[in-house]
């Protein structure tokens, strides 16, 4: 098992190493000049005061000298400062936004796992019945609705129609911290972030559920007497789990995806905040210091799933 951790982080930082090198290929050779946004407008300058810039920001050296240049400082931690807020440091920034993305992410994904799971068992016990079918149809609308319409339809009906949620922020201004405060702003966004999560989790569970409920030890304990909740809880779940633990690290990625829109919408201030802010302001350091963030995050998860699989089923070796 460690042989094996061991093999599966060195992969994970070679992986890393190459979203650097692509996001700092991409990042250069977008179009317009990246001393632009070193520039203030209202402040003339002469060539050669572009020219020292740009030889001071190392920006006169070819691409692969300035991609080595940034890697042998962020090895030592030092990822820049940001461009719009000079006297930040970028890691500094990206770290006080992790924060508030892994609270709604985790929230997102708990409530994923938990009702994706539930519902798909319940589906498959109650295979070709009405709530069956009523599941299917949520499965298939929240797949297919991209979390940027989730976030907007949410947002309008419960926030603005219904007046139930707040519509943005991570807490109310001018009030002490309190958790059911937090509780009140997390629990909508996190919810709708939650949705095409749960409706993929739950037809894998239903599909697997399916597939294990035909099995014949599951027939032999039916036969044998045993009571149906124990069939279906302690021999059909276990296995029917398997496949959906690979999904469940899958979905990690598609979170971070739908966070960039769920934060947009309602003002969190997240890692997803943050990377749009960036974007929209051509900040590259802050882009390339949360995409390093973000990918480690992701490596990380699925590292761990990967090493779930032994746990939910011993009969796999891991070497």
Known sequence: ????????????????????????????????DPIDAYIDPNIPMSSSDLAELRATLGLDQPLP???????RQALTGNLGYSIKRPDQPVLGLVLSRVGPTVLLMGSAIVIAIVAGIATGVVSAVRRNSITDLSLSVFAVTGISSPPFL????????????????????????????????????LILPATLLAVAQTALIMRYMRASMLEVLNQDYVRTARAKGVFEFWVITKHA????????????????????GGAIFIESVFNWPGMGLLMVDAVEGRDYPVIMGSTLVIGACVIVVNLLTDLAYAVVDPRIKVG
């Open 1 to 32: 098992m460690l042989r094996y951790s061991l093999r599966r982080l060195l992969i994970g930082v070679g992986m890393l190493l190459a979203l650097s090198v692509l996001i700092f290929a991409m990042l250069r050779l977008t179009p317009g």
């Open 65 to 71: 000298v300035q991609y080595l240049g940034w890697l």
């Open 150 to 185: 989730s976030a907007l339809v949410g947002l309008y009906l419960f926030s603005v129609y219904f007046n139930w949620m707040p519509s943005g922020g991570m807490l109310t201004p001018g009030q002490e911290f309190s958790v059911t405060d937090l509780l009140h702003h």
């Open 237 to 256: 779940l276990r296995n029917a789990l398997l496949p959906v633990i690979t999904l469940i690290g899958s979905t990690i990625g598609l979170a971070i």
